[in-house]
């Protein structure tokens, strides 16, 4: 299950290479895994099948020395980096490419957020006041996918802080035909698809489902990153009024997420943050309306029928709104689906996403 700022790159770069040459620096390993990707040479450049330029270091090797090796030993004018706190490829680079001078584009990935600098933020927020009072930030403007992330970046780094705002770009996709779906009153079907971190806000979810009166079947898919969180979550999942069934099924390939798609009714996915939100396009495509905080850049949900984008100060407003999808019979819930994709194909569709990307490395 690829994370949503990788997602967010392959996007950029599959949508802009034509109009720029892109190479790629990251780990030959995934997330939390200790065997590298089949198929490829560690510690080398690689030419995969399409056409992408990508070095993959392996864990021995990932330390400063190589690293300031090889991005000196490459011709190129400007570095893009996909992390804000990341020591090895956000860090690091970072005083390489600032002792050469290079131009730098920082994308926070919602990490910026103050839902997000709450996690931990006894350690961000010194890193934060460093990065603003060093020359790291002289050659640097960041990447803000939203309104609100550019407003978050000014919020941590001042106004006089360089911002490009350009929406994360969606993978290349067309609508695919979806058949309306069958939807009972009384009972609802949801999906989450994300990984179990506090940012997630899996344990929220499970907690404002405590208040509901109806029945809900809630299938739960992605990998556990924080396992302490976890327990906490079990901990809800296992004390679940008899109407609730709740049940985790672990990581999901992502291209098994559409046919995880095709029998429910809603994604339920109140995060604390989020600057694009991959999981929550693919659901509006297949036709899945969504229950999700307003800490995303897809707002006004309901009055285009596509669901419900609400605060997180309020379990009882998302209790209130599962309620609302509950009492929905099929004739309701398939206007709500078409009108979730209609709200999508409108952003897929809006020409000038790309023209900002591109406005990113001018």
């Known amino acids: 299950m690829a994370g949503g700022p990788i997602q967010s790159s392959f996007n950029l770069i599959n949508h802009l290479k034509y109009y720029y040459d892109f190479s790629v620096v990251t780990r030959d390993t995934d997330y939390t895994d200790i065997v590298p990707y089949k198929g490829i040479k560690s510690d080398e450049w690689n030419i995969l099948p399409n056409g992408m330029r990508v070095f993959y270091f392996s864990q021995n090797n990932l330390g400063y020395p190589a690293m300031a090796k090889l991005i000196e030993s490459e011709d190129f004018d400007i570095a ?5 706190y990341s020591p090895r490829f956000t860090i690091m680079p970072l005083f390489i490419l600032n002792r050469l001078k290079k131009k ?3 994308a926070p990935r919602g990490m910026l957020a103050p839902s997000a600098i709450a996690i931990k933020s006894w350690k961000k927020r010194p890193f934060l006041l460093w990065i603003k009072n060093s020359s790291l930030i002289k050659n640097m403007h960041f990447h803000a996918a939203s309104e609100q992330e550019a407003k978050h970046i000014h919020d941590v780094f001042g106004k006089k802080a360089e911002v490009r705002l350009a929406p994360n770009l969606p993978g290349k996709m067309e609508l ?3 058949a309306p779906k069958r939807k009972e009153p009384g009972m609802v079907h949801f999906i989450s698809v994300a990984r179990v971190s506090p940012e997630k806000n899996l344990l929220f979810a499970l907690e404002v489902l405590q208040q509901v009166k109806g029945k809900v079947k809630f299938d739960i898919y992605g990998p556990v990153y924080d396992y302490a969180y976890w327990e906490r979550c079990k901990a809800v999942l296992n ?4 109407n609730i069934q709740a049940e985790h099924f672990g990581p999901i390939a992502k291209e098994e997420i559409p046919a995880a798609l095709k029998d429910v009714h809603f994604l339920f996915m109140p995060t604390q ?3 694009f939100g991959h999981t929550i396009l693919e659901a509006m495509v297949c036709g899945c309306p969504v229950i999700i905080s307003d800490q995303t850049p897809w707002r006004g949900l309901e009055k285009a029928k596509a669901g419900f984008d609400l605060p997180l100060n309020s379990k009882e407003g998302f209790a209130q709104a599962i309620e609302k999808t509950i009492a929905m019979d099929s004739a309701e ?3 709500w689906s078409e009108g979730t994709r209609a709200f999508a194909a409108a952003f897929i569709n ?3 996403l790309l ?3 591109i406005h990113i490395f001018e």
């Open 176 to 178: 695919p035909l979806i």
């Open 355 to 357: 023209k900002q990307s």
């Open 80 to 84: 893009y980096l996909n992390s804000m």
């Open 273 to 275: 943050g989020e600057n």
């Open 350 to 352: 809006n020409p000038e």
């Open 104 to 106: 730098v584009i920082l």
């Open 239 to 242: 004390k679940l009024p008899e």
């Open 333 to 335: 819930f398939n206007q």
